[in-house]
């Protein structure tokens, strides 16, 4: 299960390459390296040096408030946005896309591929990266702290951000937005309650891959008032048996087109595609819900629509 697990990060740092849109909560992180949810830094440097364990179970001690921050992960360029902390970030991986400064920045590589000596060469005091790429011990050696993890789970969203909150001085903004983020996810949850749940099939991959219900998207699937077809058992981000999704008969596929499951052997004969409730992201939708950060809520309000559209 670690390999597929791995593959599986991958799968959704790509995103095959589209991500969710729009919320009727609309309160988006602020686009610039100005936002909202900055406080004033007066005496913020008495909060240093903060030490916090990663999720390869390492003490990372950041000594004095980072000035100079690569992050590896969409989610964590987005996340130190959304803090107000852009102008600090000074490199991103390649499928860092949001805000729209972020694509300016220097990229530097894949989460598997990433270019170590460039990374370093920009001198940074800060790296944020997943725990599954192969680059954390390098970059650690070379001195800067590392800080690796990602969330899998639905409450690691919240911790992650948490947690990176404190690691660049912003404790404080990092727990108002987390505090936004479960009232909004609350409100869209509320918005469905009542309604009659939709069995689902969320694929990520043609092998296929899918989401279980544990893993962070499969908490948004029930949220957003849908029933995983996976079982609980199976992991978090499992390839399954397609004919698992034969014999459950969804009413909806999301992550394939019609076209593509029409031609599977047995998959004609699914709810789903006999009602053409068949469907793929667009390119400006998915990194909602794939990137587990600020704009989840919006992603599960795009997710909400698909299940649930409207008359």
């Not at 087109?257 to 006999?274: F, H, M, N, T, Y």
């Amino acid at each position: 299960m670690a390999d597929n697990s791995s593959r599986v990060v991958a799968l959704l740092t790509l995103a095959f390459a589209f991500a969710l849109a729009a919320s009727a909560c609309r309160a988006k992180p602020s686009h610039s390296s100005t936002s909202t949810l900055t406080t004033t830094e007066a005496g913020a440097e008495a909060g240093f040096p903060v030490q916090v364990r990663d999720d390869l179970g390492r003490t990372v001690r950041v000594p004095s408030r980072p000035q100079r921050i690569l992050c590896l992960l969409p989610s964590f360029t987005e996340t130190l946005f959304a803090l107000g902390l852009g102008d600090r970030v000074v490199g991103v991986d390649d499928y860092s896309d949001y805000p729209e400064a972020a694509g300016h920045l220097p990229k530097l590589g894949g989460q598997y591929d990433t270019q170590v000596e460039r990374a370093l060469a920009l001198k940074p005091d800060l790296i944020l990266v997943s725990e599954t790429s192969p680059v954390v011990w390098p970059l650690s050696r070379a001195g800067a702290a590392v800080w690796a993890g990602s969330a899998r789970k639905f409450e690691d969203v919240y911790r992650v951000i948490e947690v990176t909150g404190e690691l660049v001085g912003r404790h404080a903004e990092a727990a108002l937005l987390v505090t936004r983020m479960r009232e909004q996810i609350a409100g869209i949850e509320a918005s469905v309650r009542g309604l009659t749940p939709v069995s689902m099939y969320y694929e990520l991959d043609p092998a296929p891959y899918t989401v279980g219900p544990s893993s962070f998207i499969g908490v948004l699937i029930a949220k957003a008032g849908g029933v995983n077809i996976v079982p609980e058992g199976l992991g978090d981000f499992p390839k399954i048996n397609p004919e698992l999704v034969v014999s459950s008969n969804p009413s909806v596929i999301i992550g394939a087109s019609l076209q593509d499951v029409e031609r599977r052997p047995g998959w004609s004969k699914i709810s789903a595609v006999r009602s053409h409730r068949v469907s793929q992201w667009s390119p400006e939708e998915a990194h909602l819900l794939s990137r587990p950060g600020p704009r989840l809520p919006e992603g599960l309000r795009a997710l909400a629509r698909r299940l649930h559209p409207e008359p």
